[in-house]
């Protein structure tokens, strides 16, 4: 009985060339600071989205939470008088107020990613929570800017409420979506609690 010839090994890849260049690794990604994620969800909000994937931002979620609670709290006429009257009181409600801000805003992260989990999707928590409080305030700081020096009746201060509810509520879909992997109709339905309820809360007065 003849012996089975040895199989034959399997071709070697060709060697590079200038038309076909040897194979390389794919480069790392590059760190993701936060000046470009607050920046970029305003004129690249996909192309951030999707380099933002998987990743924690939580100290840029603190920074704007801090920024947009200050803004809140200076633009409150009751806060200027006690800052008047008493400015250890002041800036003890001030710190309050922070920390409130700090607190609703983990909640609201927290509940977007329950919810996202419980239709289905794959996220981790870090990467869902920590972004959407991102795009939550960096939706909502120009209305809170705006709202700190014309009066809350104002048309403009209205207009600005639903323009960057809107936009943010546009934002956390696609947060949902591509951090989850859920089709558009369950995202809609993952963050439509808290960015009403949002709404109801932040919004000043009926619109003119």
Same mark, same amino acid.
């Given at each position: @009985?003849?012996?089975?010839?040895?199989? *034959?090994?399997?071709?070697?890849? %060709?060697? %590079?060339?200038?038309?076909?260049?040897?194979?390389?690794?794919?480069?790392?990604? +590059?760190?993701?600071?936060?000046?470009?994620?607050?920046?970029?969800?305003?004129? +690249? %909000?996909? &192309?951030? @989205?999707?380099?933002? +994937?998987?990743?924690?931002?939580?100290?840029?979620?603190?920074?704007?939470?801090? $920024?947009?609670?200050?803004?809140?709290?200076?633009?409150?006429?009751?806060?200027?008088?006690?800052?008047?009257? &008493?400015?250890?009181?002041?800036?003890?409600?001030?710190?309050?107020?922070?920390?409130?801000?700090?607190?609703?805003?983990?909640?609201?992260?927290?509940?977007?990613?329950?919810?996202?989990?419980?239709?289905?999707?794959?996220?981790?928590?870090?990467?869902?929570?920590?972004?959407?409080?991102?795009?939550?305030?960096?939706?909502? !700081?120009? +209305?809170?800017?705006?709202?700190?020096? !014309?009066?809350? /009746?104002?048309?403009?201060?209205?207009?600005?409420?639903?323009?960057?509810?809107?936009? /943010?509520? =546009?934002?956390? $879909?696609?947060?949902?979506? /591509?951090?989850?992997?859920?089709? *558009?109709?369950?995202?809609?339905?993952? =963050?439509?609690?808290?960015?009403?309820?949002?709404?109801?809360?932040?919004?000043?007065? %009926? =619109?003119?």
């Amino acid at each position: @009985m003849s012996a089975e010839p040895p199989p *034959t090994p399997p071709p070697s890849a %060709p060697p %590079p060339t200038l038309v076909q260049p040897a194979p390389r690794e794919p480069a790392p990604r +590059r760190r993701l600071w936060w000046h470009r994620l607050i920046l970029g969800l305003w004129y +690249r %909000p996909v &192309d951030v @989205m999707d380099e933002a +994937r998987d990743r924690g931002a939580w100290s840029a979620a603190l920074m704007l939470c801090l $920024v947009s609670g200050g803004v809140g709290v200076l633009s409150v006429h009751a806060f200027r008088e006690q800052w008047s009257a &008493d400015r250890a009181m002041a800036l003890q409600l001030a710190g309050i107020a922070e920390a409130g801000v700090l607190a609703a805003s983990f909640v609201l992260g927290a509940v977007t990613h329950a919810i996202a989990r419980t239709l289905g999707g794959t996220g981790r928590f870090a990467p869902t929570a920590s972004l959407f409080i991102v795009l939550f305030w960096v939706a909502g !700081l120009p +209305r809170l800017a705006i709202t700190a020096w !014309l009066p809350t /009746g104002a048309t403009i201060v209205q207009a600005a409420t639903w323009t960057t509810w809107g936009f /943010g509520y =546009v934002l956390a $879909v696609l947060l949902i979506r /591509g951090q989850h992997h859920l089709p *558009t109709r369950k995202a809609v339905a993952a =963050v439509s609690v808290q960015m009403l309820t949002a709404l109801a809360l932040m919004k000043v007065g %009926p =619109v003119r």
